[in-house]
């Protein structure tokens, strides 16, 4: 037993004067790198989802072998008129198919599966591996798409593995916020690879648990390059779990006299499923409005995800069968999507339901950036017509991200200890504040990546380089339409919503080459006519001008005509109006035989 000093000052004084005494510093096992001896390069690129949120879809490629990781869609922003979904160029994929081995799905959320039937119409893709609740949602969109031929899709689960000659690839379960969210592993002759797909870590999840070994496992083993959600590494803190926001709508369940809505995101499936259970728990009969509610719920009904009765389901129109206290609706419409089944409600749009005093509308979700207004819009109009809306607050926490915030982040980084970092799912601000956060932790400065879309990194023997990069632009689907040249057309609908048109008519005799009447300027949404008299007719003298010296040139065309009157017309509007419509020539001509 070690006698200790009355005197506690002077214990103090005694250790401090001790010089063999010095403060213990934490090393983590330093990890052994293990290299091929190879004079390939690996070769890691994304087509989609960097500097962005959305269509991401990333590849592996190691000689002769390409691996592809998830194939996203990216949702149109307000100003892309008329588009209907936003694809990667798979034009590189399409010149190499004969190199694709395989891709592997990390979990079935659109913007990392919505991208494989418009992929699938262009590449030859040999096998897809997906989580259970991933293929079950992308085998039933390749049916509604007539693909169903097109692929082999292969469920896998936690502890499998599959193997190319050169590539190996496996799977760690992850938190996120649907079912079947894993981690991929990709062991390559130069080094090991992990991307973590959309992750948090939840310490009671509703589903899964992550798995902490594993990855602690696979960092011990060398992880040469991480590439990690970054959707919210601006975000301090931990995310909150799943299961408190759960037991935050069962006591608005409580409390609400009424009927119940219930607005959130259909890929939510994790929320969907407790939401619906907690209906049953306090004997209120589920009424579904909305296509991609009703898709998931018949997919997780199919699995054995959702254990409910078909007699506990409700059609939409025998909701007046029932007492306000025994009917809950879940909607789409949480962004204030104007055709979405709450905005048609709210506006009295609706075939079935309308809005009745004594309701409450739950909003458990948070807006998109950019859907704000549109939100504070259709609360105020459910406001308006009685009913209480209910959203997500400090105080009454309703709603949870599903993406992983810094303290996370520091975690994994933690767990993996990765020689090199190329950040990915996030806008340009986010992919440097997560280097920046793994820089913190253990890695290495200057071994952080912020790329774009078509930046290639090389990874050869324990280096990494920047190589030469490949094209990988946004390519906009407009109808059917997956050429391209929908872009085209996007920018005429832009510069139309903002400058308008103007029509030119001329009237010519191509067999004389003369002009026969003075051209017509007509104009729609970029000036008015009536009050632009001066401007018109000074149009119509540089239109008249322009036209005279194409058709006394020695090879006078349609072409040269249509050219000439943009190029003379247009320089002399900007003058004038500070517009630049776009201007259509229409040549009329009188060709006598």
Not at 288 to 309: A, C, P, V, Y
Not at 312 to 329: H, L, R, S, T
Not at 339 to 352: T, V, Y
Not at 392 to 421: D, M, V, W
Request: aromatic share 6%; glycine share 8%; net charge positive.
């Amino acid at each position: 037993m070690v006698d200790i000093p009355a005197n506690g000052d002077a214990l103090e004084k005694e250790v401090l004067n001790n010089e063999d005494i010095k403060p213990f510093i934490f090393k983590q096992k330093e990890v052994k790198r293990r290299y091929s001896e190879t004079q390939i390069s690996t070769k890691v690129f994304a087509l989609g989802g960097l500097e962005e949120i959305g269509k991401n879809t990333y590849c592996i490629e190691y000689g002769d072998e390409i691996i592809i990781i998830d194939a996203g869609v990216k949702f149109p922003d307000a100003d892309m008129l008329g588009v209907n979904a936003v694809i990667p160029d798979y034009s590189y994929l399409l010149e190499n198919q004969h190199k694709i081995k395989a891709m592997f799905i990390t979990h079935g959320h659109e913007d990392h599966i919505g991208g494989i039937h418009y992929l699938l119409k262009q590449v030859k893709i040999p096998v897809i591996f997906a989580p259970p609740l991933a293929a079950a949602l992308i085998k039933d969109r390749l049916k509604e798409n007539k693909l169903t031929g097109a692929t082999i899709v292969n469920d896998y689960l936690a502890d499998d593995v599959w193997k190319s000659a050169n590539l190996r690839v496996s799977f760690a379960a992850l938190n996120h916020s649907i079912p079947d969210a894993f981690g991929i592993l990709i062991e390559t002759p130069n080094g090991n690879i992990f991307s973590t797909g959309d992750y948090k870590f939840d310490w009671s999840p509703l589903g899964h648990y992550s798995e902490l070994s594993k990855l602690a496992a696979m960092g011990d083993n060398g992880i040469e390059l991480l590439m990690a959600d970054s959707t919210n590494a601006e975000v301090e803190g931990y995310t909150p779990g799943e299961r408190g926001i759960i037991e935050n709508i069962d006591k608005l369940f409580i409390k609400a006299k009424g009927r119940i809505f219930i607005t959130t995101f259909a890929s939510n499936v994790h929320r969907i499923q407790y939401i619906i259970e907690t209906a049953q728990k306090y004997n209120r009969k589920i009424v579904i409005l909305g296509r991609s509610i009703e898709r998931i719920i018949k997919i997780i009904r199919q699995m054995g995800h959702l254990k409910i009765s078909e007699k506990e389901f409700v059609k939409p129109n025998d909701i007046n069968k029932y007492k306000a206290n025994q009917i809950m609706v879940i909607s789409t419409g949480s962004q204030g999507e104007p055709m979405a089944a709450l905005s048609r409600i709210a506006n009295n749009k609706h075939q079935q339901i309308s809005i009745i005093s004594g309701d409450t509308i739950i909003f458990s979700s948070s807006p998109i950036p950019g859907n704000r207004a549109d939100v504070e819009r259709l609360i105020n109009r459910l406001t308006r017509v009685g009913a209480k809306v209910i959203e997500s607050s400090i105080s009454n926490k309703i709603h949870t991200s599903g993406h992983a915030s810094q303290e996370e982040q520091k975690l994994l980084f933690t767990l993996l200890r990765p020689n090199y970092f190329m950040p990915m799912h996030g806008e340009f601000r986010m992919l440097k504040k997560h280097v920046e956060t793994a820089e913190s932790v253990n890695l290495e400065k200057g071994h952080g990546f912020v790329m774009a879309n078509g930046d290639t990194l090389e990874l050869l023997n324990g280096h990494a380089q920047i190589g030469k990069r490949i094209d990988a632009d946004a390519v906009y689907v407009d109808g059917k339409d997956m050429t391209g040249q929908a872009s085209n057309v996007i920018r005429e609908r832009d510069i139309l919503s903002r400058d308008g048109l103007i029509a030119v008519v001329v009237s010519i005799d191509s067999q004389t080459n003369k002009l026969l009447s003075q051209p017509r300027i007509i104009s729609r949404g970029s000036f008015y006519v009536k009050d632009s008299g001066n401007i018109i007719g000074e149009s119509i003298n540089i239109v008249t001008t322009a036209v005279l010296e194409v058709l006394n040139s020695s090879k006078p065309t349609f072409g040269a005509i249509k050219g000439a009157i943009k190029s003379s017309l247009s320089p002399y509007i900007f003058r004038t109006k500070r517009r630049n419509p776009l201007i259509i020539p229409v040549i009329l001509n009188k060709n006598k035989h």
